[in-house]
């Protein structure tokens, strides 16, 4: 799977928009972005996937350019529960290696 | 309804012992994953079957690490002769099918190696 890449933390207040960015300039054509989130001591837990077009769940929104090199993870109001590293990844569903390929991900801290 | 579960949550081990770490997924998911994930990273990719059968295995860093899954639904991860660096949080993730968009995952076995 292709690289992605994340800042490493990021801040924002309770109750205000979260943009979560991420680069994957080397996406291929079949290439779907998943993005999972991990809060503290548990397993990750799967947010929201596309392809081409943005997505809408009731957990969060995703962005994807045009170009498809870059995508932004959407919380349109934080809570204290959404404090979890998020990570980006880049998954082909016929490809040959079926695991995730997580990388470090972005630690988001939100503040009350 | 219930979710991945692993068991123990806990174990402590010496080096050089034998361990057995299991994962009772989602009813019904035919695609069990294996993962291993160290303080301060992602989840690393170990193993995963499809039914019965390991059909990626390449994430298994050495021939210390075994998994099973003979009935097609509870799966065990056995590490031989266990070594200090074998010290992470082992998380099991089941999803529909291979082709599933999404997976879901276990809280995890935390293992220490003394």
């Known amino acids: 799977d292709a690289k992605t890449t994340q800042p490493n933390s990021m801040e924002s207040n309770e109750e205000e928009p979260v943009h979560l960015p991420c680069n994957h300039s080397?996406?291929?054509?079949?290439?779907?972005i998943h993005w999972y989130r991990q809060l503290p001591s548990q397993g990750p837990e799967y947010v929201i996937h596309?392809?081409?077009s943005n997505v809408n769940n009731r957990m969060a929104s995703l962005a994807i350019a045009e170009d498809r090199k870059s995508s932004t993870l959407i919380l349109h109001r934080a809570t204290l529960r959404d404090a979890a590293v998020y990570y980006c990844?880049?998954?082909?569903?016929?490809?040959?290696?079926?695991?995730?390929?997580f990388g470090k991900g972005t630690h988001l801290i939100i503040q009350p | 309804g219930a979710g991945v579960s692993q068991t123990p949550s806990n174990k402590v081990t010496e080096k050089g012992k034998y361990v057995e770490l299991r994962c009772d997924p989602i009813?019904?998911?035919?695609?069990l994953y294996w993962y291993r994930q160290s303080l301060g990273q992602g989840p690393e990719f170990l193993i995963y079957?499809?039914?019965?059968?390991?059909?990626?295995d390449s994430g298994l860093p050495n021939d210390r690490f075994f998994a099973v899954r003979p009935e097609g639904s509870v799966s065990t991860l056995k590490i031989q002769r266990t070594e200090r660096g074998d010290s992470a949080v082992y998380l099991c993730?089941?999803?529909?099918?291979?082709?599933?968009?999404?997976?879901?995952f276990g809280p995890g076995t935390r293992l220490t190696v003394l």
């Open positions: 990844i880049l998954r082909d569903p016929r490809g040959g290696a079926d695991g995730l390929t």
């Open positions: 993730a089941s999803s529909l099918s291979r082709e599933g968009n999404e997976q879901f």
């Open positions: 596309g392809l081409t």
């Open positions: 079957f499809q039914g019965t059968g390991a059909a990626d």
């Open positions: 009813s019904g998911h035919t695609a």
């Open positions: 080397t996406i291929s054509g079949t290439d779907y």
